[in-house]
């Protein structure tokens, strides 16, 4: 298939595009290169001997939006372009809602325009917000949401089922992913995010390399095994090949299905930094600190429906996911540059 891959170069879209070049697709990549750097299509090339065909366009630009599809015959999208911090989301909620439910409606738009009907998208297990138990089945629906990104994610869920009822000949499946980590093996892609980061296994990357002196654990008094937050940690080679199933999934049915993507098995934060520091050989310094407001203490995945519907099975656990997290940070300390 020739597929549309929006935010294309950031981290799950290059890994992506990597895993739909090795199955025999054509990648067409968009990105307005906020979050990612265009030397990420260099790597791609490295590993894949493939030259990708990209455009810098912000999909909010619909003129330059439409010469792409104008330009290309797509038979698919699979649509990551997006923001995704968390906490960045809660002091800039216009500009969340702007980019992530905006530039999705034009995307959206362009796809009923130009008959393209088949679509994966980026969803979050944040959408299951704080209001069910572990494991997380996609029955369930969705949450209350506890910040505007989780809820960007909410809407462009909605959005995407109401297409589907509008419109008969249309396809999508929601991808809601638990904790995608980890890097591909070659170290010539993986996630350095700018600043200091968020989440939990690029931060060890930084104290592991030197940058930071040491990890806070959020909070050592909740309730699970080792009183630490316990996270379904996927590594993004796997997450990947989801995206291949998925879209090749699409491609035979019709209507809207929502998907869980995680491993369905729970990490917490000291048995990642157990694993990191075995993957690595470092020691890793952490100190005990404050729970970090939001967060709940376990969320893993129920795996069923990706299994069953799409054959989809993780293969690499949480020290292939350190290993190589730690391989790219390495080769990679300040990101592709
Ligand atoms: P990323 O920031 O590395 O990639 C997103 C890409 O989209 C970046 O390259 C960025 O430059 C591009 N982009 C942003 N706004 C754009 C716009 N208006 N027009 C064109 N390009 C634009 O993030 P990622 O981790 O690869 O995440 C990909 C998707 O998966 C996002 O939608 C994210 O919300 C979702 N997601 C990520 C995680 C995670 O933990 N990484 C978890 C759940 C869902
Ligand atoms: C993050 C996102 C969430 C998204 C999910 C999956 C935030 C606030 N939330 O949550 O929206 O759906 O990823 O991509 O970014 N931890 C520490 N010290 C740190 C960082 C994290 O102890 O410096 C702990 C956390 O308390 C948590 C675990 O590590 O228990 C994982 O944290 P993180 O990587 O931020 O992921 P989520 O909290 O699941």
């Not at 929006?6 to 025999?24: A, P, Q, W």
């Not at 990648?27 to 260099?42: A, E, F, M, R």
């Amino acid at each position: 298939m020739k597929i549309l891959v929006t935010g294309g170069t950031g981290y799950i879209g290059s890994h992506t595009v990597v895993e739909l070049i090795n199955k025999g697709h054509e990648c067409v990549i968009v990105d307005n290169l906020y979050n990612s750097s265009d030397k990420v299509l260099g790597r791609i090339k490295q590993i894949t001997g493939v030259e990708v065909k990209f455009y810098k366009v912000d999909i909010r630009d619909k003129d330059a939006l439409e010469e792409v599809f104008k330009e290309n015959n797509f038979d698919a999208v699979i649509h990551f372009a997006g923001l995704k911090a968390v906490g960045e989301s809660v002091a800039k909620p216009l500009e969340y809602y702007e980019n992530n439910i905006s530039g999705s409606i034009v995307l959206y738009e362009l796809m009923i325009k130009y008959h393209v009907n088949r679509l994966v998208f980026s969803s979050s297990a944040t959408v299951y917000g704080d209001s069910f138990t572990s494991p997380l089945k996609e029955e369930y629906g969705r949450g209350k949401t506890t910040n505007p990104y989780g809820s960007t994610k909410a809407i462009n869920e909605m959005i995407i089922e109401d297409i589907g009822k509008a419109n008969k000949d249309f396809s999508a499946i929601i991808l809601r992913y638990f904790n995608p980590v980890g890097a591909h093996e070659s170290g010539l892609i993986g996630e350095r995010p700018n600043g200091i980061p968020n989440n939990l296994v690029p931060y060890i990357s930084d104290v592991v390399v030197g940058k930071l002196d040491h990890l806070n654990v959020f909070g050592d008094d909740y309730d699970t095994r080792d009183g630490t937050g316990v996270r379904d940690y996927i590594h993004v080679v796997d997450l990947a090949k989801a995206h291949v199933l998925a879209i090749e999934h699409a491609a035979k049915q019709v209507g809207v299905d929502t998907i869980n993507v995680g491993s369905g098995n729970g990490y917490s934060v000291l048995e990642v930094i157990k694993a990191y520091e075995k993957a690595s050989n470092k020691k890793i310094p952490y100190v005990i600190s404050q729970r970090r407001p939001g967060d709940i203490a376990t969320c893993f995945a129920d795996t069923h429906k990706a299994s069953e519907l799409l054959g989809f099975n993780t293969k690499l656990g949480i020290e292939d996911m350190c290993k190589d997290a730690y391989n790219f940070i390495k080769k990679n300390p300040n990101g592709i540059e």
